[in-house]
């Protein structure tokens, strides 16, 4: 859970959850509730991990998997695709 993460995150660096409130601009009470439910607005939880050094973690929720072919659209579409299974 992202929420536990954070928190290992913060007592690693020896913060506590006010001073985490006063660096990053989120409310403590967001923090509190974060930290207790795993419920937070996406940009407090960007304020968080700028102050708890882990902005660049979010890069990999949107980087493009590799493929190994790339196939035009047209050529999905004029694929010949099975109409009936096999007897």
Request: charged content about 25%; overall charge positive; proline content about 1%.
């Amino acid at each position: 859970m992202v929420a536990n993460q954070a928190r290992s995150r913060r007592l690693a660096l020896n913060l506590t959850q006010k001073t985490l409130a006063q660096r990053s601009g989120v409310s403590l009470a967001v923090i509190k509730q974060f930290e207790h439910t795993g419920k937070i607005a996406f940009h407090s939880l960007l304020k968080l991990a700028l102050v708890l050094d882990c902005l660049d973690d979010f890069e990999a929720l949107f980087t493009q998997p590799h493929t190994e072919k790339v196939i035009s659209l047209d050529d999905l579409l004029n694929e010949s695709t099975r109409q009936r299974g096999r007897e």
